[in-house]
């Protein structure tokens, strides 16, 4: 994957020794994390709110 310099927000999950980066936004596609792949994390969500 190509660095752009664009974040989105993305969901960690975990299948087994499988992990996956689960987007938010249904119009991007899981990002499978292989061994030896380098990642950076920028933040953490501790809190998602909605208005109705």
């Known amino acids: 994957m190509k660095d752009n310099g664009e974040a989105t927000f993305k969901q960690l999950r975990i299948y087994g020794d499988t992990k996956v980066l689960h987007p938010l936004n ?16 920028v933040g953490k969500i501790v809190e998602k709110k909605k208005r109705y």
């Open 26 to 41: 249904p119009k991007y596609p899981d990002i499978e994390l292989k061994k030896g792949d380098r990642y950076n994390i």
